[in-house]
């Protein structure tokens, strides 16, 4: 069961999934999904820059925290506004299986 935004932690941590396959073109990331369950959407997904980055960062080490200074420091956004868009794009990677959430630490 996937978790809902609202159930991120400052200290969870992610990964990308093995059930999507993807790759950057033009600075942007595509994502496929290849293991899919029936009922499933298909199709590809187009990650924009500020996405394409916080995807780069998901390596199972880094945690929310993390991402979000990341991204203030890198796109110059308040930090309220990046914890929106990262818990957002978390939760949208994750209605797919693109990412697997790990652990909080």
Not at 6 to 20: K, L, R, Y
Not at 29 to 42: N, Q, Y
Not at 67 to 79: D, N, Q
Request: net charge negative; proline share 3%.
């Amino acid at each position: 069961m996937n978790k809902s935004p609202d159930e991120f932690s400052n200290t969870s941590i992610f990964i990308h999934s093995d059930a999507v396959a993807w790759r950057e073109v033009d600075g942007e990331i595509l994502i496929v999904p290849i293991r899919m369950t029936p009922g499933e959407g298909t199709g590809v997904y187009r990650l924009n820059r500020t996405a394409t980055f916080i995807w780069k960062q998901l390596d199972g080490v880094r945690n929310m925290e993390t991402l979000i200074s990341e991204l203030v420091t890198r796109f110059e956004v308040t930090s309220a506004d990046a914890k929106k868009d990262t818990r957002e794009l978390l939760g949208d990677l994750l209605s797919f299986n693109a990412i697997t959430k790990l652990q909080d630490r």
